[in-house]
């Protein structure tokens, strides 16, 4: 049984930083799932991808281009999301989502297999 957990998720001022963190467990010890990503949906709104790795390419949606960092975690099949210069306008309930299934884009919503239950970001005054 394949099961992605999120964690990392919490309160921030404008400005402040998060990270938020994945674990992808029940695949074979030895598989490293290729592509991992981070989405977001706010109340109201569509799913939107923020950032995705695929081996080693990353991609970035343009809201947060040079303020979040998507990367591999040290353990096999783990993710992670540096947040800085946060905005209230990042306040969303962040997905992990893991292994693709169909050939659209990294950051495209139905590519993705696996999904978390979401962990809440909140950046508010």
């Known amino acids: 049984l394949v099961q992605v957990v999120e964690s990392g998720g919490g309160s921030v001022q404008p400005g402040g930083s998060l990270t938020l963190s994945c674990a992808i467990t029940?695949?074979?010890?030895?598989?490293?799932?290729?592509?991992m990503a981070w989405f977001r949906q706010a109340p109201g709104k569509e799913r939107e991808g923020v950032a995705a790795?695929?081996?080693?390419?990353?991609t970035y949606a343009d809201s947060v281009k040079g303020r979040f960092s998507i990367a591999r975690g040290d353990a096999i099949n783990t993710l992670d999301l540096q947040m800085n210069e946060l905005k209230p306008e990042d306040t969303a309930t962040y997905y992990c989502?893991?292994?693709?299934?169909?050939?659209?884009?990294?950051?495209?919503?139905?590519?993705?297999?696996?999904w978390g239950q979401g962990t809440q970001v909140t950046v508010s005054s």
């Open positions: 989502a893991a292994f693709r299934r169909l050939t659209t884009g990294p950051l495209a919503p139905e590519t993705y297999a696996y």
């Open positions: 790795i695929c081996q080693s390419r990353t």
């Open positions: 029940g695949f074979s010890p030895t598989t490293v799932i290729t592509c």
